[in-house]
């Protein structure tokens, strides 16, 4: 879920099942990527990823909706995704 801090940053969190590779963008609407992160995630634990709300050539975004996507690939390759809407404010 996302959320803002006190210091500007956006904050993401979610929990796997198993272990597994993870890919984070933030797109807009139109699927437009903005930024990208990859993590490892263990099984069971939350993961955090913050964001400054700068898009990947370090330019701050405007106002406005985006999509947060996950995708998760366990060993095995099985992938699961997920995408939340969310709306930035500076």
Partial sequence: TPSRGLNGNY???FTTTRAVD???EITTLTGR???QFASRAAAGS???LTWDGRDE???VIPPGPYVLNV???DEQGRMV???VTFTTNR
């Fill in 46 to 48: 939350e993961t955090s």
């Fill in 81 to 83: 995704t997920r995408r």
């Fill in 57 to 59: 050539a370090g330019n």
């Fill in 22 to 24: 993870v890919t984070t």
């Fill in 71 to 73: 995708s998760a690939r």
């Fill in 33 to 35: 990527r903005m930024k």
């Fill in 11 to 13: 904050q993401f969190r």
